[in-house]
């Protein structure tokens, strides 16, 4: 069964950092091409970041451009996004999700993503 538990969320103060985990299992991660998406409250997902199989070809939103970090261990099958400099606009359900096969790191079409985790929280608020 494929699996994709992200952790690592809560609140924290405009400014602050946090450091996203998602822990795959079920499939081969290393061969999988991976992002990070969001979800405010009454708004549609918004991709955030993605990443090659390897780690070494990266992409972001604008929107998070020079603020968020995204990285993988392979041996760890583990996907991380690194989160400074957070905003009240960050506020939102964070998930990890797999990317279809042959399908680009800078994908934003929800269709191109195939498994996806449950999600964590992370609240930015003074």
């Known amino acids: 069964e494929v699996q994709l538990v992200e952790s690592g969320g809560g609140m924290v103060q405009p400014g602050g950092s946090l450091r996203l985990s998602c822990t795959a299992s079920g499939f081969t991660f290393s061969n999988y091409h991976m992002s990070w998406v969001r979800q405010a409250p009454g708004k549609g997902p918004e991709w955030v970041s993605g990443?090659?199989?390897?780690?070494?070809?990266?992409d972001y939103a604008d929107s998070v451009k020079g603020r968020f970090t995204i990285s993988r261990d392979n041996a760890k099958n583990t996907l991380y996004l690194q989160m400074n400099s957070l905003k009240p606009e960050d506020t939102a359900l964070y998930y990890c999700a797999s990317l279809m096969p042959g399908v680009l790191i800078t994908t934003t079409d929800l269709e191109d993503f195939g498994s996806w985790g449950q999600g964590t929280q992370v609240t930015v608020s003074s």
């Open positions: 990443i090659n199989t390897g780690g070494g070809s990266t």
